[in-house]
């Protein structure tokens, strides 16, 4: 056994004599306070309180680097791993497999929320997923994600193709251009009420993010459609796809976002930005659109490794749909939220 530990432990140091390994971490503390209105609520007034708390996307992570093999390993502060994947350059293209952020291009940086970016205000992200990704030098890619199953109904899920992300990346010196595409298919078993039919959701999100550098600004701006979204995993307006027992079908929502986010430089040391987004649904069944909106000016400034990033924001949930056991649908306000406070944060 002392043999063995021995070996690994010089097969372990000779990888790493030739292979560069470097540790990294992001400490993030949120300090808010939020100011509910009374629809938001609930209770008939508003409520302002603080919110103060280690974000859980603070993380550690280890990059590993050996010639045309790259690999990144992240957990993060719940604990969690967020990060898990290796690469394999072949020249002009390369393949991945494992966790990896996806979809992550279509979204700006917004701090509240523990880094809510206006994702499913008009921004969009997929999150983390597991994939097998194969990329080109050039900027496209595709990638195959295990399939978000879920139901619009009771029933057990049929799933025979995995989801499918195809994109392309360009960079033409001070301009950025962004589209991506996701597409899932699955099918359910009859609903457990007798005489109900299968069903099939088909979820598609075609999305588009531009950036345009021009000194000291940055700007990004970005646009998004879809249909059952929601399915997909994907924040918003209420974005699943839904049974109707009257047509015995499942019917489509569609979801339509857009954002724009202005970035000034200011010194070395100092950015200010101003964002926007704007989201909403509709579904055949609905009378009214589900809308909501978001918005927030930040200042980010650097003293050392300390990033102490102000901000205030609005964040407008707008009017929604209420559905009535009978299938009937009224609008209501869902309300909306002021916040102002500070992300504090150490990147390491």
């Excluded at 970035?263 to 589900?290: C, H, K, P, R």
């Excluded at 300390?306 to 869902?334: A, T």
């Amino acid at each position: 056994m002392k043999r063995f530990l021995l070996v690994m432990t010089l097969v372990v140091m000779s990888v790493c004599l030739v292979a560069q390994i470097t540790p990294y971490g992001s400490g993030r503390v949120g300090f808010w306070y939020e100011n509910r209105d009374e629809d938001m609520t609930g209770y008939g007034e508003s409520n302002l309180g603080l919110s103060y708390f280690l974000q859980a996307n603070s993380r550690f992570g280890v990059d590993f680097k050996q010639e045309s093999f790259d690999a990144k390993v992240e957990f993060g502060a719940t604990p969690n791993l967020r990060l898990l994947w290796a690469r394999q350059c072949f020249g002009s293209w390369s393949l991945l497999v494992g966790q990896q952020d996806y979809v992550s291009n279509q979204k700006v940086n917004q701090v509240w929320g523990s880094n809510l970016e206006l994702v499913g205000y008009g921004a969009v992200d997929g999150g983390r997923r597991p994939q097998v990704k194969f990329e080109m030098t050039n900027g496209f890619y595709a990638a195959l994600v295990p399939t978000s199953g879920i139901l619009p109904t009771a029933g057990a899920i049929d799933i025979l193709v995995p989801q499918i992300n195809v994109g392309y990346d360009l960079n033409f010196d001070s301009f950025k251009l962004m589209p991506t595409v996701v597409f899932q298919t699955y099918s359910y078993n009859k609903h457990s009420s007798p005489g109900e039919n299968d069903g099939n959701v088909l979820s598609l999100l075609g999305a588009i993010a531009a950036e345009l550098k021009l000194n000291p600004f940055l700007f990004k701006a970005g646009a998004n459609f879809g249909s059952n979204t929601g399915n997909m995993g994907f924040a918003g307006p209420t974005n699943l796809a839904r049974w109707d027992h009257a047509k015995n079908k499942t019917i489509d929502t569609r979801t339509l976002g857009a954002f724009i986010n202005a970035q000034m430089t200011v010194d070395a040391n100092m950015n200010i930005t101003l964002g926007f987004g704007y989201a909403a649904s509709s579904n055949d069944d609905w009378e009214n659109d589900d809308n909501r909106m978001g918005a927030y000016l930040q200042a980010d400034y650097r003293v050392l490794k300390l990033r102490i990033i102000p901000e205030i924001g609005w964040m407008n949930e707008m009017d929604g749909n209420h559905e009535f056991s009978h299938g009937e649908f009224v609008k209501v306000s869902q309300g909306s939220l002021m916040y102002f406070g500070t992300q504090l944060r150490y990147d390491f």
